[in-house]
């Protein structure tokens, strides 16, 4: 099977300098020495194995704390035009930075459910050259994944798991496995043999995306004792979206005097306000508490299970095909590509 890696940067094929990591590494040898040695019939008990890789290296290499929307529609630009021809490849890998991997994935997820071929993006916490890297296993899982014949849409191979690719978030900066799906049970676990499990729906799809535009999104958490001026300092100018992570179930203090009005005040002029959680593992319920209700009447609405990378790209996801305000808020709601239960 012909699988196309998608080389965007990264500390996969990052190399010393006098002002810290940047990209530099030889990935196209390194890739070849990986793939040049023999191949177990059945590609080490996970699938079928790739037969042909191919490398599109993409201009520049990033380090991912630089990704903006346009960086993340270039992954996607680049897996459209090479997948047009019925000759193309049959899986896509992206190699990534793990910093936002997260994001990437969860933002190619919406803009590509159309597309029948697998893209599964990974990264490494160490560069490819070092000592007891993780770059190889990685990059070999992701591989793997791609060809599996067992997993579509966008996915993310890293440490022992493959997880869904809007489902997913970085839990640690030096661990191996550093990415949890807090909402969905992995989609398969490395072993001999590999772990498959039910991948969660897929979404209703959206149909002739719009491409990635920047966006005016605020990312706020409350705190113990912010007051309304603060909250209200914080959104002036006002965005066109705020996500406003709350505490629990998605719990703000609302006896706060004019916290509420704060809100309030930006939902009638428009700006979408979408209540996440703090908690790693959360599922928020606005009506469970006072606290969460008085955000309710402000014309807030619930984020759901979704992680704050599934929820800030599909937002603006959204914002790019051209909502805003009400709409947008009846909008983030909606199950796009499997992003929220
Ligand atoms: N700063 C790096 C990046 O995200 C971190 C990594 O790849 O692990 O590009």
New binding site residues.
Partial sequence: MHVHVIYT????GMVDSPRGLVPGADLEGWLTRLLDRPRTPGASQGGPGPDDVTLTSLDPLI???NATPASWQQVIDTVRALAAPSTGPAAFVVLH????LAYTAAAASYALTDLPHPVVLT???LPLGVLGSDAAGNVTGALVAATSGRVGGVSLFFGHRLLAGNRATKTSSWAYDGFDSPATPPLARVGAPWRWYPAPPAGTGWPVPRPYARADVVVLDLVPGITARRLEALLTPLPDAVVLRAFGVGNAPGAEPGLTRVVKEAVEAGTAVVVASQCHEARVRLGRYETGEVLTRAGAVGAGDMTLEALYTKIVFLLSQGLRGAGLSDAVGRDIAGEVT
Avoid: A, K, R, V
């Avoid at 930075?97 to 936002?100: K, M, P």
């Fill in positions: 940067g990264g500390t996969i380090d991912s704390s930075g793990t910093d936002t990264g490494s916490q």
